[in-house]
């Protein structure tokens, strides 16, 4: 494999890694919030959306370098939505799949790929 191949995967994974801590400590967060202000169940799914688009453009920005971003940051997006899937599917004891995981994967690839453009070029301008 050449050098540049594992560069990438590396950026793909490491941006991920951010990306899954910050969704876990964001929840976390977010279940206080509930907790505390006894916040409607309506708000819960948006609030999650929010969280998963501001965790990828986090890893992402952190993480992937401007070279084939928008594929990086795309492989990146659906990385994260399966391992955040996977944790939570874990955390509940049940794992079930539908038209809602299609869907979050097709959020989560693009989510990654704008957000990478978005990072590749901030960083680009700034060198």
């Known amino acids: 494999m050449s050098g540049e191949k594992k560069s990438a995967f590396a950026q793909i994974g490491k941006s991920a890694g951010v990306s899954v ?3 876990l400590a964001a ?3 977010f279940a206080l919030f509930i907790k505390l202000f006894s916040i409607g169940s309506s708000v819960i799914m948006p609030v999650n959306q929010v969280i ?3 965790a990828i453009f986090v890893g ?3 993480c992937i370098k401007p070279g084939k971003a928008f594929f990086k940051g795309i492989a990146s997006g659906i990385l994260v939505v399966l391992l955040t899937y996977f944790i939570f599917a874990i955390l509940a004891g049940e794992i079930s799949f539908g038209w809602s995981n299609v869907l979050d994967l097709l959020f989560g690839a693009i989510a990654g790929g704008i957000s990478a453009l978005i990072s590749a070029t901030v960083r680009s301008k700034a060198s």
């Open 60 to 62: 992402c920005f952190f």
């Open 52 to 54: 998963k688009l501001l």
């Open 27 to 29: 929840v976390l967060v």
């Open 21 to 23: 801590v910050f969704t």
